[in-house]
């Protein structure tokens, strides 16, 4: 009898194997992607698309051209969520908070008001253009905090499609790339100084990667203040992010109370991150690695969500998203004489 009872373990072992070889596939497919983007992100006119955007792009190529087969599928899950958030957990190794501080109030105005003027405003663009609340929402937050990593974040909060974050982070990438084009272009030929370039390059451009491009022409004091002011509105993701639970699942809070409440539990993780950093306990040769890391898993997420998008969803859509993101982007331009009155006056 004992006997008996201990048969049926054996074959619950080549399942369990199956599973695990799934995953291992999928997650290697969007490693493969990652490290492609990563070489093509070093030739000289990638370095400013940088290789998340490269791997987002390529995952979409791939599905749409080679396809992928559905054992790969469980795997391309995996890092289009896990790993994305580990991701967005380790970038906050790439804050000092001290740094922040000490750059004085001038850059926490600045901050607040890019954010506010923009979520506001892309919202109420995306009710002009009829486009969906949810992907308006996520070009807003791309646009005003931090481009795909925001989108990353808020994109669960709101319970979105995933066809929707792959818009969203596109047009922004596509958009970002321009702006900081345009901002080098014009560098020689803007009455600013050095200094005020790099305000403007960290209050405007999307991505990390396009602020430290773009503010490259002004020397290491235009660098240096574009990556603080940048920084700041890194910063600023947590509240933000909260607050958008908040305001997107108010009905649900109304009726189920708190425990409803979407909370984005790996932002906490991301903050944890950055105070760890400030404290300043960990070598600095391994918060370099660890910030490494942090690339590849974004990196690979991105390609994940790539993977996962059709053609058929972006003309689904048509150029609403982009006549918004390219609209709200035009209007975070506009607010630059403003922007430079705060840090004159400060």
């Known amino acids: ?206 991505e990390l990667a396009h602020v430290v491009a773009a503010a490259v022409p002004g020397g290491a004091e235009s660098s240096q203040a574009a990556v603080i002011v940048k920084l700041g509105r890194v910063l600023l993701l947590i509240p933000v992010a909260l607050l958008i639970s908040f305001i997107m699942n108010r009905k649900e809070l109304a009726e189920k109370g708190l425990k409803s409440l979407p909370i984005p539990w790996f932002i906490f993780g991301f903050l944890f991150a950055s105070f760890i950093n400030t404290l300043q306990i960990v070598p600095e040769s391994i918060v370099t690695y660890l910030l490494l890391l942090s690339v590849y898993l974004l990196a690979m997420g991105m390609a994940g969500l790539g993977l996962n998008v059709n053609y058929k969803d972006f003309a689904k859509e048509g150029l609403k998203p982009v006549g918004v993101a390219v609209v709200g982007f035009a209007g975070l331009l506009a607010l630059s004489p403003l922007i430079l009155f705060i840090f004159r006056m400060i």
Not at 75 to 89: C, D, E, H, P, T
Not at 187 to 203: M, R
Request: charge should be positive; hydrophobic fraction near 55%; charged fraction near 15%.
């Open 1 to 206: 009898m004992e006997a008996r009872k201990l048969q049926p373990a054996p074959q619950e072992r080549p399942a369990q194997k199956s599973k695990f070889q799934r995953v291992i596939k999928g997650v290697a497919l969007t490693l493969l992607i990652a490290i492609t983007a990563g070489f093509i992100a070093k030739l000289p006119f990638f370095q400013i698309m940088g290789i998340m955007i490269l791997s987002i792009l390529i995952g979409m190529v791939w599905k749409n051209t080679i396809q992928v087969k559905p054992d790969y599928q469980e795997g391309i899950q995996f890092s289009s969520k896990v790993l994305l958030r580990a991701g967005i957990i380790l970038l906050g190794f790439r804050l000092n908070l001290l740094d922040i501080v000490a750059a004085g109030y001038a850059v926490l105005a600045t901050d607040v008001l890019v954010i506010t003027f923009t979520m506001l405003f892309i919202l109420l663009l995306g009710k002009v253009f009829k486009l969906d609340k949810h992907l308006s929402m996520l070009i807003a937050a791309g646009t005003a905090i931090c481009g795909a990593a925001a989108i990353i974040a808020v994109a669960p909060i709101i319970k979105n499609k995933q066809e929707h974050t792959a818009i969203a982070v596109s047009c922004i990438a596509i958009l970002g790339t321009v702006g900081a084009l345009l901002y080098i272009f014009l560098f020689p030929y803007l009455p600013i100084s050095k200094y005020e370039y790099g305000v403007l390059t960290g209050a405007t451009l999307h």
